[in-house]
C-alpha cells in the first residue's frame, strides 16, 4: 500500500482494496477545514473574461456563424473531450487500459485541444482527488460546496494538506511515458497552438468564416463548454444522483453529465471500482461514447489490456453498501418486478 495509507480516503489501484469488493477497511471519512481562500487574481481575470467572450461565442454559434464552423466547433468539443476522458482520465491518471503510441500520440493531441493542463498535471490532481477524496488533500474537494469543487478550486491557491501528502504520490509511470514528457515540457507553446489558434485558422482559411467567429466560437465557446462539462462531474456528479454501489461517499451516478461528458457521470461507480476502463457497469455503452472510442481502438489492436470488474464483485459490493438503487443485483432485489419473479423457472426451487 501507498504511504499515508491510514488517512487514504478512497481506493485508486485494485492494489489499494484491502476487501473482497475492493473497498477500503475503514468507511471513508468526508472532511473540509476552514483554511482560508487565498485569491489568484490572474485565473479570476482569465476565467471571468473566458466566461463573458464564451456566453457571446454561444450567440455566435446560434445565430451569426457559417455551418462549417458550428460543425467543426462540434467536431472540437467532442475530440477535446477525448483527450480528457478517454486520455488523461481512463488512460493516464487511471491507468485502467493500455494504448500504443499512435493511440497515445491521437490522444495528447486532443488533450492538448482541452487545455487543462498537461496531462501529467492532470492525472496528479485526479489521483488525489480519488485517494483523498472529499478531504483537504482532495484538489475540488466537495465537501468546500458546489462552487468550489466546480471552478471555485482553481482560483484559489491550493491547500496545504494537498501539497503536503501530494509529494508522496507515485507518477513515476507517467513520467516514464515520452510522449506525455514532451507535451509537458513544451506545453506553453503547444497548447495556445492547438486551443485557440488553430481552432482560428482553420474556419477562417478553409471556408472563410470571420476572424471574430472563428475565435469566440471554435476557440472559446467550444473550450469554455468542454470546461464547465467536465467541471460538472466534479461538482453535479459528487453531489445529485443515487448511489448503487457505496451510500458512503459522495459520488453518484448522474445520467445528465455523463451525456455531456462522453459517459463520465456514472459517477458512483467509478469511485468504487476506477480502474474499470469503462468507468460504469453497463449492458450497452449508448450513453458511454468513450468507452465505444476504447472498444474501437481494440478492434484494431492500439487499445489492449482493459481492466474491468466482475459482475460478482460488483453485487457483492451493491449488497453491502449500496443505496438500494441498483437496478437489479440479481434473484431478491427489491426491484425485481413480481411478474419477472412469478415467471421465473426454477428449478428444485425451495425458499427458506
Ligand atoms: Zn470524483
Ligand atoms: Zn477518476
Not at 464564451?54 to 455566435?60: E, P
Not at 506553453?188 to 471556408?207: A, E, G, H
Not at 472563428?214 to 473550450?223: D, I
Request: with cysteine; proline share 5%.
Amino acid at each position: 500500500m501507498a504511504p499515508n495509507a491510514t488517512d487514504v480516503n478512497g481506493v485508486l489501484f485494485e492494489d489499494d482494496a484491502a476487501t473482497p469488493d475492493m473497498a477500503l477497511p475503514n468507511l471513508p471519512v468526508q472532511k473540509a477545514d476552514n483554511y482560508p481562500k487565498k485569491f489568484v487574481w490572474r485565473n479570476i481575470i482569465a476565467f471571468a473574461y473566458l466566461h463573458l467572450a464564451a456566453i457571446y461565442g454561444g450567440y455566435l454559434f446560434l445565430f451569426s456563424a457559417k455551418w462549417q464552423t458550428d460543425i467543426f466547433a462540434y467536431i472540437l468539443y467532442v475530440m477535446s473531450g477525448l483527450g480528457i476522458t478517454a486520455g488523461a482520465h481512463r488512460l493516464w491518471a487511471h491507468k485502467s487500459y493500455k494504448a500504443k503510441w499512435p493511440l497515445r500520440l491521437i490522444l495528447v493531441f486532443f488533450n492538448t485541444l482541452a487545455f487543462q493542463d498537461s496531462a501529467i498535471d492532470w492525472s496528479r490532481d485526479h489521483r488525489m482527488h480519488h485517494k483523498y477524496s472529499e478531504t483537504d488533500a482532495d484538489p475540488h474537494n466537495a465537501t468546500r460546496g458546489f462552487f468550489f469543487s466546480h471552478i471555485g478550486w482553481l482560483l484559489v491557491r491550493k491547500h496545504p494538506e494537498l501539497k503536503k501528502k501530494g509529494k508522496g504520490l507515485d507518477l513515476s509511470d507517467l513520467y516514464a511515458d515520452p510522449i506525455l514528457c514532451f507535451q509537458k515540457k513544451y506545453y506553453l507553446i503547444l497548447m495556445p497552438l492547438c486551443c485557440f489558434i488553430m481552432p482560428t485558422v482553420i474556419p477562417v482559411y478553409f471556408w472563410g468564416e470571420t476572424w471574430i467567429n472563428a475565435f469566440l466560437v471554435a476557440a472559446l465557446f467550444r473550450y469554455a463548454f468542454i470546461l464547465n462539462v467536465t467541471w460538472l462531474v466534479n461538482s453535479a456528479a459528487h453531489k445529485w444522483g443515487h448511489k448503487p454501489y457505496d451510500k458512503n461517499i459522495k459520488p453518484s451516478e448522474n445520467l445528465s453529465v455523463a451525456i455531456f461528458a462522453l459517459g463520465e457521470g456514472f459517477h458512483n461507480y467509478h469511485h468504487t471500482f476506477p480502474w474499470d476502463y469503462k468507468t460504469a457497469e453497463l449492458g450497452n455503452n449508448r450513453l458511454n461514447f468513450t468507452t465505444n472510442f476504447i472498444n474501437f481502438f481494440a478492434k484494431i489492436g492500439w487499445a489492449y489490456d482493459m481492466k474491468t470488474v466482475s459482475d460478482e464483485i460488483v453485487q457483492k459490493r451493491v449488497n453491502r453498501t449500496g443505496d438500494g438503487s441498483h437496478h437489479l443485483w440479481g434473484w431478491g432485489d427489491k426491484d425485481q418486478p413480481k411478474e419477472e419473479v412469478d415467471a421465473a423457472i426454477r428449478i428444485n426451487p425451495k425458499d427458506d
